[in-house]
């Protein structure tokens, strides 16, 4: 593999947005999606009482769905897809390694989900007149490039397990909700029992995404954050190793069984 | 310079699938069956048979996207499973169908994606583009989405991008099914431009006319075995002497011709093609003087409507190889 492929990046990118990105389902998905999540928060926050809404949880949480449910369809679709044109043989067959093309398209999936992102803290500051006055910059910086790059290693996971049979292919349809549940996209993760909390605590995103809003909100305690972002990066290694393991396992399976063009 | 380009030895492929409610079973198909065969470089050789013999699991082992279940294959003296990443860039490989490029981007987009994916240089992209797509003749649609191009321009279109990374060895499997004759004749010509450009092909077909035209030996495989292997002249001398007698029959008068013909040895074989209109007796025979001798007396438009006899094509050596091995 070439050291730094910045051409095939740039290529991979440009046929995941021309062929993908660039349609109206990408539109429900990453703009109307996650405004009727925000709209719903904002609801149900209104209903609780409050005259305001909660604009980490409910706004910039509509964003980070927007995301999530980006990286969920596109990363796990992508290799479906390819195999539905024929095109994953051709793929398969190049001298480029399908890790390489796989990791491409899960940076282009989470890079094209900041949008979501981006659109919902317009909206937080724009229309609903949040301050950035308290905001730890520095702490919200580290954590978003941290819930990056746990979304990466879950879309690039997610990608494999959906290639390893078809039996796996179901299971990503049940992913989106509950995780967005686990992680507390749309509310603090404490509100959660005890349990439930632990089980999140397998996700690298919902330590990404509780240091990022506890910096939003101000949170300035380093240990509280930098505790969080090692958690985030190991649990996100050990995403990488299974997704290394899987990845051979997967390759080796769809080259044993013929299953590189079987729709 | 190892003279061999595509050396497969003991080939086997066995899919296996679960089966039942639980997928408890398991249920074994042999694809291909102890294949072994070489092609030279510059060569272009054919793979023959019917559908479902085992010609593309053939070829997708050798192109490395299929593992074998056993045996060896060696592209240029590289194994195809130990050395996969090496034989990749010595390869090209065009399918048959519409399926294998994104149907989203155009002619040059596509070709520009797998140029990348072949790590050439973008200065060796730029002019390689335009003069493939001019050799496959797309060089006006070049700019037209895939979705907008005919079977046979995307056929072309997939031999253009097997060519990006200018491969010694090229796979094409069927690459005319579903191709009008004019298409089919284009895309048979470009392969004449690739063999004298020295490429060496293993060309996959069930079209007997395009492998007797196109290649410099054929092995002929049927239910994943070959069963027969030499060149087009060869496989015809095997059954030479044998001459193709073909009668119009008047329908429903079949049987006395055939009861006429009964008296004849077992070297002449007949073959009653019927469900056409008129009836027609196919005889193949090493004494065709003695065949018309017995039909003499039948060669009035009450039995015989037309007759025809001809030397052995290769096809009539496919069907009775085939034939043969049916029995």
Known sequence: MRAMPWRLIKQQVAVQFRTFTLDFWSLGLFVIQPAVFTAVGMLLSHAAGNAMPDLVYTVIGGGIMGMWSGIVFTSSFDIIGDR????????????????????????????????????????????????????????VGVSLLLLLFAMWCIGVFLANFLAWSRVSSTFVDYLEMPVAFLCGFMYPIRVLPVWLQVLSGVLPIRWALQAMNESLLGNRDWSFLVTHWAVAIAISLVFIAITRWLQVKVQDSIRVNGELSSI | ???????????????????????????????????????????????????????????????????????????????????????????????????????????????????????????????????????????????????????????????????????????????TVGIDPVGSRELRQTIKTLMSLGKTILLTTHYMAEAEELCQRIAIINKGLIVALDSPDALKRRISGDSVIEACIQTGQAHILMERLHILDGRTVVDLKNGAEPEKLCIRTPEPSRVLELLSPYLNPQYIQGLEVRNQTLEDVYVTIIQAEKQ
């Open chain 2, 1 to 175: 310079m190892n003279p061999i380009a595509i050396e497969a030895t003991s080939l086997n492929k066995t899919f296996k699938t679960k089966i039942g409610l639980w997928k408890t079973k398991t249920k074994s198909t042999v694809a291909v069956e102890n294949i072994s065969f070489n092609v030279e470089r510059g060569e272009l050789f054919g793979l023959l048979g019917p559908n479902g013999a085992g010609k593309t699991t053939t070829v997708k082992m050798l192109t490395t996207l299929l593992l074998p279940s056993s045996g060896t294959a060696k592209i240029l003296g590289m194994d195809v499973v130990k050395q996969t990443a090496e034989v990749r860039k010595h390869i090209g490989f065009a399918f048959s169908g519409s399926r294998g490029l994104y149907n989203r981007l155009t002619a040059i987009q596509n070709l520009k994606y797998f140029a990348e994916l072949y790590a050439l240089e973008p200065q060796v992209t730029r002019k390689r583009i335009p003069k493939l797509l001019e050799m496959v003749g797309l060089s006006s649609r070049g700019d037209d989405r895939v979705e907008t191009y005919s079977s046979g321009m995307t056929q072309r279109l997939h031999l253009a991008r097997a060519l990006l990374h200018d491969p010694e060895i090229l796979f094409l499997d069927e690459p």
């Open chain 1, 84 to 139: 539905r044109n024929g095109v994953l043989e051709m793929i398969v067959g190049s001298p480029t390694s399908l890790t390489t093309i796989e990791a491409i398209r899960s940076l282009t999936n989470v890079l094209t989900g900041l949008f979501s992102l981006g659109l919902a803290f317009i909206a937080a500051l724009a229309i609903f007149g949040y301050s950035l006055r308290n905001v730890n910059f520095w702490g």
